[in-house]
Structures are given as C-alpha cells and as structure tokens.
C-alpha cells in the first residue's frame, strides 16, 4: 500500500511565478490536510479538504494561496505570484476519517523562491 | 484555539540512555495526541499516539504518558540507539481536525 505522494520534491520558482504542489493521499483516504514548515520551526496547519470540499482554510494565507481536491486526482495548493517568504516545506497528510483520525504525512515539497 | 509547548528543544544523550521529551497543551477539549519523528529531508512519521481515554501507552521502547488534568503528555524513549537521532513532534488535535504541533525537539544519540 502506497504512501501520501507529493510531488514535485524540489520546486524552485523566481519571485512572481505560481507553485503547485500535488499531493495523492493513501489509498482510502478521503481526507487531505496541508501543512507548512519553515525552518527550525514546526508544522503550521494550513488547509483540511476533502473530496470537492475545503472544511477548513483556517491556516491558509487570505491572498494568494488556494487549494483543491478534485473529484478525480491529485489535492493541488497554489501559490500565485509567490514571494521570498513562501520559501518552506509543504507537507500533505491524508487521513481515513476527519475528527482525531491518525494522519499520515507524505515526503514533502521544498519550495524554493529566488 | 489549542497551543502546544514542547521541552526541552534539544536533547542529548548517551546510547542506551533514555530520553524525555514533555508537552502541555492549552485546550481541555482535546482529545488526542500523536508523536512524530522527522529525520533530516524527510517527512515526519507517526511514532506513537494516544487518546484521552487512555493514561499510557507503550511500543517496545517508546511510550507516552497522558494526564488530561494537567493536560500536559510525555514521549519516553529507553534504551535510546543512534538512529533514534531525529526532530521529534508532538501534536495535539484542537478545536477542529488539524493537528496543532509543539516546535519540535531535536534528540541527538551519541554511540
């Protein structure tokens, strides 16, 4: 059984430019969760979806940032017009079910804004 | 919303060792609290976890200690090994589903 897959692993983008960051949960998993992580520091929630919904957005940043999870594919963040700041590492965890489900993280996407 | 501290930030200790590692958690309505370790490039991964029904729970040399009153949980490790060296995370699942992380304790093992 497959683990949470994210791609790309390594993103590098020019300030200005959009980012996405796919993520395909476990297999089973409905539930997809956004997390990001600057450096030295831990995991900040972002966004909790799942299929064709987004439960929470609490996390996300107001402008610039959005996130889907599709009927069909992968759960897609986007940074539109990305700064220095976005520079992180964006985790995706899936779970089978929402409230205390275990989640389970995938590698994650390096992001990089030069 | 929920706050979780984590202590101390980095540990170190000596190979067969045990390692400690505390959080306290601010929101009474929490009701569970995962463990994870985050080796170097990597994503973190589910040690160990625990619901508030349940005052401990142990995994061969891993075990966590829940108590809701003071609401603060503990990560044991024992007989500690060299690739036990990692960034350790606890988490506490607050108002909604997202898990809300301590800052971390970066555990070094030296053999």
């Known amino acids: 059984n497959a683990g949470v897959m994210q791609n790309p692993r390594h993103l590098v983008r020019r300030r200005g430019q959009e980012a996405r960051l796919r993520c395909s949960p476990m297999k089973g998993h409905s539930h997809v969760y956004w997390y990001r992580q600057l450096p030295e520091e831990g995991l900040k929630f972002m966004v909790y979806l799942q299929k064709e919904n987004i439960i929470d957005e609490s996390g996300m940043p107001k402008e610039r940032f959005s996130a889907e999870f599709p009927k069909e594919g992968p759960s897609i963040l986007r940074i539109q017009q990305v700064v220095r700041g976005d520079s992180a590492a964006y985790f995706c965890?899936?779970?089978?079910?929402?409230?205390?489900?275990?989640?389970?993280f995938g590698p994650g996407t390096r992001l990089l804004v030069l | 919303g929920e706050n979780v501290e984590q202590h101390p930030s980095t540990l170190s200790v000596q190979e067969g060792d045990s390692a400690v590692i505390k959080c306290t958690y601010s929101d009474s309505a929490s009701n569970y609290f995962p463990w994870y370790k985050q080796e170097l490039g990597k994503g973190p991964q589910l040690i160990i976890d625990?619901?508030?029904?349940?005052g401990e729970k142990k995994d061969q040399r891993i075990a966590v200690t829940l108590n809701k009153t003071a609401k603060h949980f503990s990560l044991h490790i024992t007989e500690t090994q060299p690739e036990d060296s990692a960034v350790y995370f606890c988490?506490?699942?607050?108002?909604?589903?997202?898990?809300?992380f301590g800052k971390g304790t970066t555990l070094s093992v030296s053999s």
């Open positions: 988490a506490a699942v607050g108002a909604g589903t997202a898990l809300i």
């Open positions: 625990i619901r508030s029904n349940v």
């Open positions: 965890a899936s779970s089978p079910g929402g409230s205390w489900e275990t989640q389970y």
